[in-house]
């Protein structure tokens, strides 16, 4: 049964700074990788999306990359911003029958002005 | 990618009662799902919208507490039934084009019981 973990669960830093988040996940079979955000009580939007063929996406300040032999990625933020500030979440699709996305359980970043 | 308008975006409700939330995509989709998030939790599928048939729920959802209709391909609604405190979330409608695109959401339906 796949399973997806996030660490930091909460993360506090000071603006400029430059930042990881981590996902990791538990079966390698997957057709992609999707990181998101959240900002409190609202809807999701979509950061990048990982294709399993592929190692890294780039999107301004956002850089995600997936190793999936590992079972893991990363969202790097560069020059954080305190618009930063919201919950950030990975999500998987199995190649297993399901088009289900299985969430991670978040990283909750607030960015210090 | 697709545009999601769902609606409402944050109710108060009486226990025992019934909301209606209603997800409206701008182009025609294969995919449709409800989302629920509790407080502080992730996210939790209740079920796949399927054009024309019945809805498939995931394990721990049934279709007399969460119908949902999907009469075309760019719309959907997800009924809250006979509400209780504990159905105080967040809904979310999201869409998918295809296998392998990615997922789209809707901006959510905060959903207080009282």
């Known amino acids: 049964k796949q399973e997806v973990t996030q660490i930091p669960a909460a993360l506090s830093v000071p603006e400029g700074e430059n930042l990881v988040l981590n996902c990791s996940f538990t079966d390698s079979a997957i057709y992609n990788l999707q990181w998101f955000r959240q900002d409190p009580g609202k809807g999701l939007t979509s950061l990048l999306l990982?294709?399993?063929?592929?190692r890294e996406q780039t999107s301004g300040r956002l850089n995600a990359s997936l190793d999936k032999s590992s079972g893991r990625s990363t969202l790097y933020i560069a020059a954080s911003q305190p618009g930063d500030s919201a919950t950030y979440l990975c999500?998987?699709?199995?190649?297993?029958?399901?088009?289900?996305?299985?969430f991670g359980t978040g990283t909750r970043l607030k960015v210090l002005a | 990618s697709a545009v999601i308008s769902q609606k409402p975006s944050r109710d108060i409700c009486q226990r025992g009662t019934s909301l209606t939330i209603q997800c409206q995509v701008d182009s025609q989709v294969t995919m449709m799902f409800w989302y629920r998030q509790q407080p502080g939790q992730s996210l939790t599928l209740i079920a796949t919208a399927n054009q024309g048939s019945e809805a498939t729920y995931e394990s721990g959802f049934v279709i007399d507490k969460f119908p949902i209709s999907r009469p075309n391909l760019t719309f959907s609604t997800l009924t809250v039934s006979n509400m209780s405190p504990e159905d105080s979330s967040i809904y979310l409608c999201?869409?998918?084009?295809?296998?392998?695109?990615?997922?789209?959401f809707g901006s959510g339906t905060r959903l207080t019981v009282v």
């Open positions: 999500a998987v699709r199995p190649t297993s029958g399901t088009y289900k996305y299985i």
């Open positions: 990982i294709q399993s063929s592929q």
């Open positions: 999201s869409v998918s084009a295809e296998q392998g695109s990615g997922y789209t």
